[in-house]
């Protein structure tokens, strides 16, 4: 099963990537995002996404075959039953191995997809022994982002497109990334300062609500450098669109270099981390 999926994965990102014309992203590392035509979810690169990717394909197969099986019943009926080849209809009301059939077969189906969904469920649900913690507290329209162990926490602010430099995506580019060491498991916990938002990152398969006064919890780790495209996407007021999260992926010297600038510029001052933690418990 597994072969078969990986093939029809392959060949769905081959037609994926011809499709958007290949857009080459020419002195980048590895970036993921939103592409032009693209087909299918972006490629995972954190265990979450790519079990998650795998689910999807499961499921597409399943309901492939059902959907052709149902098709298929329905042509036969209409054809072998139509009224001049089948004139005098059947009385036939009941047969119980039938229904049996149709109930407890559907029923195993069910089960099929029930056993793997919550096993990925529980297995996005929370990070067991995470590395780091972050702390991502929504705002109307921008998010910030506390690293309580380092003392650091900056905002991070779409760049408009008229401030746009040369590669920097519309309405995806932030002035301040969130960066993370490649192949840390990092606590993710997700908070607002007013309305509800949702922290949406579709490469790493995690998608999780700020909901005022609440903190959740959820967490990714990423296995490939790179830059990383996602969105608020839950309806939070005006500026929603504007409200793009970036996420860096850093090799683990690269990401100190990162921490020990970071300390510097974002160091966070008592009042600034008070005044948000009164925001949101005054919610
Ligand atoms: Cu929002």
Request: net charge negative; glycine share 4%.
């Amino acid at each position: 099963m597994d072969r078969i999926l990986g093939i029809a994965v392959t060949w769905a990102r081959r037609i994926g990537w011809a499709a958007t014309g290949l857009v080459v992203t020419t002195g980048m590392a590895w970036a993921d995002r939103p592409r032009e035509w693209q087909l299918g979810m972006q490629d995972a690169v954190t265990p979450t996404q790519e079990k998650l990717a795998w689910l999807h394909d499961l499921l597409l197969i399943i309901i492939t075959l059902i959907t052709i099986f149902v098709l298929a019943l329905l042509v036969y009926v209409c054809v072998r039953f139509r009224e001049s080849r089948n004139p005098v209809p059947s009385k036939t009301s009941h047969n119980t191995i039938l229904e049996v059939a149709w109930t407890a077969i559907p029923v195993v189906i069910l089960v099929v997809i029930a056993i793997p969904s919550f096993q990925l469920l529980y297995f996005a649900d929370r990070a067991v022994e995470p590395d780091m913690t972050i702390k991502v507290q929504a705002h109307q329209w921008y998010w910030s982002y506390e690293y309580p162990d380092e003392e650091i926490v900056f905002d991070s602010n779409m760049v408009p497109e008229s401030e746009l430099s040369d590669g920097q995506l519309r309405l995806l580019d932030v002035d301040n990334r969130m960066v993370v060491p490649v192949g840390k498991k990092v606590q993710v916990l997700v908070t607002t300062a007013d309305v509800m938002h949702s922290f949406f990152m579709p490469a790493f398969g995690v998608q999780i609500y700020g909901t005022p006064g609440r903190i959740n919890e959820t967490w990714f780790q990423v296995d490939k450098a790179g830059v990383y495209y996602g969105q608020c996407n839950q309806i939070c007021g005006l500026n929603h669109a504007y409200m793009p999260i970036v996420v860096e992926a850093l090799e683990p010297a690269a990401y100190d270099a990162w921490l020990a600038d970071a300390k510097t510029k974002f160091a966070s001052d008592d009042s600034a981390a008070g005044r948000r933690l009164a925001a949101v418990a005054s919610r």
